[in-house]
């Protein structure tokens, strides 16, 4: 029974996120800095004013204490106050989903759509010329450094021929689709291309698995075409060990992409991670985290489910 | 073409000789109108001058104070009509030469962004709402000293002070005035506010879109007129963009998605100076770099090695290591200052005087090449804030310095909560940093007896008097004096070298006229009224 199961598996997500919380919280309190840092250098800020602030956020407290605030918080309350801006965690994140979902989002339906054929391709006319040159172009893929690729996407299309926007959500008084879509190209490509690299070899041994099964030469008996073989025989087998991987990659959206978002100056979750890093925003670093978890434990949830819907013969109870 | 277009430009904007030369012909041709596009490198947190984390720029074009710093780091009027000072009756001090009383005349006339009038209890509500323990913010400086207000009339404000503080200008009512009318019984950590302040600045916040720009437009009712009678502002428009990788500040810069940069690092200057239309302006900051010295060592205490040390470092190899951008100094007062005492002693680099001074003092060279006395080594733990670049490569030339006269140092580098801690506890023998002070700064917190940031355990009874003086008297002339005597005390007692002060590398497009950099921590934007696109 699937519902069953899910709730079963939802119930023991209870446990592991309070391990999971207590271990980020540990981390981020032990890393070197705290939240009051930034002032160190400015001797104009006096003890009075940091004692207060501390006390605002229950800085003063014993770590535990503030372990079992921050639980209550999330719990019943809005996550806590961020300590750089003062606004609740929640309302800071709910403001960034969006614009990381639509670029995480599009960046994985277009991985999608070309790691599949790619994979197939590579797979189908294995030890090809045409193979060699995919396997070469995934490995690049995979190796190329996202701040590098930005950069270099940036001066091609912004500085030298003008035609995108270089950075940054909307233009300011536009925002229609056509602006956005403009916007939202060049950082998607970037963040697309190490997931259609490792995707499309995933594809592609599991194709190549796939095809050498004697059920895959009696379809080609029975007189199926090769269009037909694969889309209807070998794409559902060879799919499954690839599942968990692209399952993940969705779960991992949700957290942001923080090196893409802030070379894009894209006001999503990945950006926001790293200004709450930088200032060591101890509410708004667990509450990204605690997201991130979330996402991952829930793309593990999903992938196992697909494994089932893909295979009859894989069943949960 | 372009090339030579380019050629032209650079030939026409060689950086800073190009902003004297604009200075020269101000009144040209002001323009009405114009969209500036300001690049910032961090997000802005809140518009709420008084809770920033940081130095406020944006806010400086919308919230207006009593007084602001100018391009000298002198106080001006802004709301108020006259910078109070004893001669113009504005301070008073009580008989008892213990507390004093400060009256603004304000500028009449004025008007908030909603168009209600600003009078005098917007002002007194400003240290109300600062005041405040519920209110949590950074910079409530001065507000405890104030021990009531009046208001006689809606143009005149009297402050009462519970001491006698000459630093009131650089505190509370200079960061900004809240409007009574609309903030009074609401909550300020929360309020809107903080994301769309109403202010009498010459330009008033749009729209505020988080983590990605804040658009301020032209407040047709300014209360200020240029010196030629035009209504000020000129520009329509200012935009600031939150961008907080470097490199595509510059991609932006280049694409001319953006105007004005005021703080670009050192290692682009190349390439900003390279793009055409954008020119490079040098401008002073009221930061600088320190090395000082533990006296618990009691070598260290030893003015002998203090001033060996002074000899053997050589300012022009620090300046070099850091893109050859920050200047020499010889006094902690940076020379932005007019108490700045030119006449401050200064120690030459001179090794082979270093060493005869520590051979005389009987230093002598053992094992290592590292000199001793009485069983003390000269061998020193060495600490900088880890993680900064500029910092480590400044430490290492220092220590290649000390070795040179037969003293070692050993990096010993902290962050965060440990930096502090060491910095404040006297935790190193040797500290390289940097402090920043506002325009109207306080030394005795570094060197003072018992100062709060003094972690070296120095004290002078002598030093304290100039520092007491500097910092409880009024008297322009009196606080000059007593500036140039703590300045020559810590010049010849040396417990810190002055080495190095900053400059901030600002991009700006050569169409925008009459930009003054600012150096104190009210930032380039308090004069955005007057600017105009050529």
Redesign the interface.
Known sequence: MTFAYVFKRLLGTIPLLLGISLILFAIVHF????PL??????????????E??AK?YGLDQPAYIQYFLWLKAVIVGNWGYSI????PVLT?IL??LRPTFELGGLALLFSLVVAIPLGILSATRRGSKLDGALTLASFAGISTPV?WLA?LL??LF??QL?WL??????S??DGSLFDRLAHIVMPAAVLSLATIASWSRFIRSGMADVLNQDYIRTAYAKGHGLLGVIMRHALRNAMIPAITVIAVDFGTVISGAVITE????W??IG??F??SMD??DYPMLMGLMMMGSVGIIAANLVADLAYAALDPRIRYG | MKLTRRATLQTLIAGSAAFATMRAFPALAQQKGGTLRVGLTYEIDTMNVYSTGFLGDAQAAVVEGLLAPDQHAKYVPVLATEVPTIENGGIVVAADGKTMKITYKLRPGVKWHDGKPFTSADVKYTWEAVKDPKFVAESKDGSKQVESIETPDDLTVIVNYNTILPTFASTLFTFGIFPKHLLEGTDLNTSSYNETPIGTGPFKVKEFQRGQYVVTERFDDYWRKADNGDKLPYLDQIIFKMIPDTNTLITQLKSHEIDLVVQTPYNQSKQIEQISGIELVKGPLLSWQHLDFNFKRPSLADIAVRKAIAHAIDRSVLIKVQGGFPQPIKSPVVPVFDFFDAGTPEYAYDVALAKKMLDDAGYVVGAGGVRAKGGERLSYSFMIQAGRADDELAQQVIIAQLKAIGIEATADNKTGVAYREARYKGGYDLIYGRWITSADPVYSVFWGTGGANNGQSYSNPKLDEAFKKFEATLDPAARKSAAAEFQKILAEDVPTISLTTNVALIAKTAKLKNFLPNPTNMTNFVNTAAWYMA
């Open positions: 890393a070197p800095g705290g840092d930034v002032y160190a250098d400015n001797p104009s800020v006096s003890k009075e004013a940091l207060q602030i605002a750089r801006t003062g606004r800071e403001l960034r701040f950069l940036q001066l912004s500085v003008g926007p270089s950075a940054g959500y909307q300011i008084g802030t070379v894009f100056a006001p999503g950006r926001l790293m200004e200032g060591r």
